[in-house]
């Protein structure tokens, strides 16, 4: 017998509101999934990626994860956030094809590294390209892929903006893909929650915005939506909200 495929999850946690992007203050169910090809320097989620946390994951099923969701959600079918992460490392096409039979909408964030056909079965697909400051490095032509094999899915483009290097990335890289809707948002340094006091509160982040919004409206960059991230300032860095 074929062994059931599994998935790798750090957390699943909610309904709370999406804090972020397209659907910013949308009730929302989070399925985190654990893993991911790239090791950020301002990751926000490091218990997600670092293989030091392997311990906290877990291997399920889809019927498991869809099964969690349910319960959190009341079994009132809402919008379920894949994350990680990289989700796109799963395979979400079984959880994805049940989720949608039973009523939920789904949105993954990626950022863009992978390729997936199941992406087309998505209700939204964020790319989410890291800038400079992360570290890592952008293949356009994965992200090129990755929008194709959405399909006919709504696709939008965000970034993480932590300094000027950062903001003529996202303005270059959008310039690439004239027909995306465009988020930016304050880069989050990410503070372990033993750590946090004044740094992860909105004086901080509210200073970072103002600069954004700034640099937005001087250069006349019509096209994008700049956005809070609006858990961090109701939360900070706390996880499962």
Known sequence: MKQEETILISEIFGPTIQGEGALIGQPTVFVRTAGC????????????????????WLKMTAEEILHQVEELAGHRPLMVSLSGGNPALQPLARLLALGKA???TFTLETQGSIARDWFAELD?????????????DTDPAILQQCLEAAGKARVVL???????????????????????????????IFVPESEQ???????????????????????????????PQLHVLLWGNRRGV
């Not at 993480?160 to 989050?188: E, S, W």
């Not at 992860?200 to 960059?221: F, G, N």
């Open 158 to 188: 965000k970034f993480v903006i932590h300094d000027q290097t950062d903001y003529l990335y996202a303005r270059t890289l959008a310039g690439r893909f004239p027909l995306l809707p465009v988020y930016v948002q304050p880069c989050n």
């Open 124 to 136: 939204l697909l964020t790319l989410s390209p890291k800038p400079p400051s992360s570290g890592m």
């Open 37 to 56: 090809d790239y090791h950020c320097t301002w990751c926000d989620s490091p218990y997600a990626v670092d293989g030091s946390f392997r311990q906290e």
């Open 102 to 104: 039973s009523g939920y």
């Open 197 to 227: 006091q004044e740094t992860t509160r909105p004086e901080r982040l509210d200073a970072q915005l103002r600069w954004l919004v700034d640099k937005v409206l001087a250069d006349h960059w019509h096209r994008v939506r700049v956005l």
